[in-house]
């Protein structure tokens, strides 16, 4: 019986009766959650970045509607989110709903849709900085792209997952979480080249089985809400003095990828200290993630831990992200007994820290973390959460034979 085997059938049951169907007439979409080890805060300028998805997982449970109309439920927030296409807000409304609005809005730039979805999406819960959004978003191409039969390849919905959270929701981050929620494959990283869209998929030359420490703060804030547009904004800036600098032509919204490594060493001493520390975190993070690779491919999981301990460390001091709860969470599982690494995860503002860990944790580290962390934050009682994950495969559909029901397909 699989892990999520129940949370599956109960999802399948209410949609099928909300749906008016059988539960056979029910499909599912399976869309990951993320870590990104090395890369950190890089990928909004184009750099080099590694990730994996998880076996924590978002699920949306669907049934394909006759009319280009929706009606969406969610196990995690409230109220419905309902539209016919033809009066969907061509801007962002605020709620929970956007995602759906914005995979619409994707979806329709390559053509009419003429079907829409009865669905239910369960998120689950304390999946704070683990790249929720892009799940959410990723789950509703999937299923609005099996509803109105469209064929569209993973790279396609990479772009396609870019439109709703860069165009329609305002976020100006880059292509890791979607290409990692979709190119995942249990066991391997991912090292992808957001200049190119080049990806590989590197098998690990360790024995032992990887393991994810997930501290999960217990803040809960939206990243548009955060210094997250802020911190592009001084990379693009810096990208620009120090192109200049280098008699180049910066272009419109010069990225620090387009800086020689060479001009930033020659240049860095005549950029504010604010822009020199967010090009030091590029320029060092890019670093990180090429040796990263390679001790990854050569086994030496302990090398790769240490790299994600200078990365966590780099965001803290250069890229100046964090705050007291997630810097807390960062040094528990930093100075934890067998952590061969930890750092901040998603953009490092809210949410949760991660741990890897080289083999399953043994009996009363969870609770021991957790402790630790609530002598430090007792206001999160209640509200934090340890949990342990694994490598997982990117997004896809699920048969609901998986919960021991009949298969949809």
Same mark, same amino acid.
């Given at each position: ?153 993973? !790279? ?193 503002? !809210? ?59």
């Amino acid at each position: 019986m699989r892990p999520d085997s129940e949370r599956i059938a109960l999802l399948v049951a209410e949609t099928a009766l909300a749906a008016g169907v059988p539960p056979e007439g029910v499909q599912i979409v399976r869309s990951p959650y993320r870590i990104c080890p090395l890369g950190a805060h890089v990928d909004h300028q184009l750099g080099e970045v590694t990730g994996m998805a998880l076996d924590r997982a978002l699920y949306l449970a669907f049934v394909p509607r006759e009319e280009a109309a929706v009606s969406v439920r969610s196990r995690n927030f409230a109220g419905p989110v309902k539209f016919r296409f033809s009066d969907m807000p061509a801007r962002p409304q605020g709620d929970w709903g956007d995602y759906l609005r914005g995979a619409v809005h994707a979806l329709r730039r390559r053509g009419e849709l003429r079907r829409g979805l009865t669905a239910i999406v369960d998120g689950g819960e304390n999946v704070g900085g683990l790249s929720s959004s892009a799940a959410v978003g990723v789950a509703y191409l999937l299923a609005l792209e099996r509803a109105n039969a469209i064929e569209v390849s993973p !790279r396609e919905n990479i772009e396609l997952d870019r439109i709703i959270e860069n165009e329609y929701i305002g976020l100006n981050n880059g292509l890791l979480d979607q290409s990692t929620i979709l190119l995942s494959r249990r066991g391997r990283l991912m090292h992808l080249d957001c200049l190119t869209g080049k990806t590989e998929l590197h098998e690990c030359g360790a024995r032992a089985e990887l393991w994810i420490a997930v501290l999960y703060s217990g803040l809960q804030r939206q990243l548009s809400d955060t210094d997250y547009n802020r911190r592009v904004a001084e990379c693009e800036e810096a990208a620009r003095r120090l192109l200049e600098a280098e008699g180049m032509a910066p272009g419109p919204r010069p990225k620090l990828r387009s800086v020689p490594a060479e001009a930033f060493e020659k240049h860095q001493e005549a950029l504010p200290e604010t822009l020199r520390r967010r090009a030091r975190h590029f320029f060092s993070e890019q670093r990180r993630v090429r040796e990263g690779v390679v001790l990854w491919r050569a086994g030496d999981l302990a090398g790769f831990g240490r790299l994600v301990t200078e990365s966590g460390q780099s965001s803290v001091e250069n890229y100046e992200c964090g705050n007291r709860y997630l810097r807390t969470a960062w040094a528990v599982l930093r100075d934890t007994p067998g952590m061969l690494g930890a750092r901040f995860s998603g953009a490092g503002f !809210r949410g949760c820290s991660i741990g890897l860990m080289a083999g399953p944790p043994d009996e009363g580290v969870g609770t021991d973390i957790l402790r630790r962390y609530l002598e430090a934050h007792p206001d999160m009682d209640g509200k934090a959460e340890v949990t342990f994950c694994r490598p997982a495969d990117g997004a896809g559909f699920v048969g609901i034979a998986d919960c021991g029901m009949q298969n949809a397909e």
